[in-house]
């Protein structure tokens, strides 16, 4: 269904809500209604399939851009970093190229020099979940 023709039904749906108690379509035209919310439905579940969610007691950072930007060296000095205060680190996609020292990826970022920009994003927990020492 065209833009212009969902503009059109709707205005005719809100002028009969208008008019009437009882909005009238003929059935051609709530089918329509009905296949664009199935595909609006189908369209937020596979967003929501794709949503990396951290678990319970993990930090997640996902390190993302285009391809050959450097994010395996971001993300590697990531994980130099964590792991030299003691803070355990997991490969989710457990790519090869992860295994690579500090050198190569400080190479690897000199050669890319990529801007990073930092979001935090809080996830809420469940009402009456605490973590320990809260």
């Known amino acids: 269904m065209s833009n212009i023709n969902k503009q059109a039904l709707i205005a005719k749906i809100k002028k009969q809500a208008e ?14 209604l009905l296949d664009e919310l199935e595909a609006a439905e189908k369209r937020i579940a596979e967003l929501e399939a794709r ?25 590697g000095e990531i994980e130099i970093a964590m792991k030299a ?19 190569d990826w400080l190479t690897a970022i000199e050669m890319y020099k990529p ?3 930092i979001v935090e994003v809080n ?7 605490r973590i320990k020492g809260e």
């Open 19 to 32: 008019s009437f108690d009882t909005v009238v379509l003929r059935e051609d035209e709530a089918n329509a």
């Open 51 to 75: 949503e990396i969610k951290p678990a319970k007691g993990e930090v997640l950072v996902v390190v993302s851009g285009f391809t050959g930007c450097g994010k395996s060296a971001i993300a």
């Open 85 to 103: 205060i003691g803070v355990p680190v997991q490969w989710t996609n457990g790519d090869a190229e992860k295994h690579m020292t500090g050198a």
């Open 115 to 117: 801007t990073v920009r």
């Open 123 to 129: 996830v809420p927990r469940a009402a009456g979940i």
